[in-house]
């Protein structure tokens, strides 16, 4: 969570509708982003970043509610791979927001 914060700053622009929820328990968590997660761009999250997300559309036969919502693991990780994982994942995020904007901007 404090990595989740520290890489994904509220406030700034590339972070609006990026929530995630604290788990009660349990080896992942769930995290709202503002784009589809599909199988493409998790194949050049693990290409490009060497980051494993898993799209919760993976999960669920209708997707059309959660399509937009990515499970981070962490059990059996230690902090500093927690924190390494984050930081790549978050520069990942930040690269597609900001070239979605730039393509609507162009």
């Known amino acids: 969570l404090e990595a ?3 890489y994904f700053p509220p406030g700034e622009s590339w972070t609006e509708g990026i929530r995630w929820y604290k788990p009660k328990g349990g080896f992942f ?7 589809e997660m ?4 998790l194949k050049e999250c693990v290409r490009d970043y060497s980051v494993i997300i898993c799209p919760m559309s993976f999960f669920c ?4 509610r ?3 919502q990515i499970r981070l693991a962490f059990s059996s990780t230690s902090e500093t791979m927690i924190n390494e994982g984050i930081q790549r994942f978050a520069r990942f995020i930040q690269g597609k927001i ?5 393509s609507i901007e162009s």
């Open 38 to 41: 599909n199988s493409q761009l």
């Open 29 to 35: 968590l769930i995290m709202d982003i503002p784009f």
């Open 4 to 6: 989740l914060e520290r």
């Open 98 to 102: 900001e070239k979605t904007q730039y």
């Open 66 to 68: 959660i399509n937009h």
């Open 61 to 64: 036969l209708e997707a059309r």
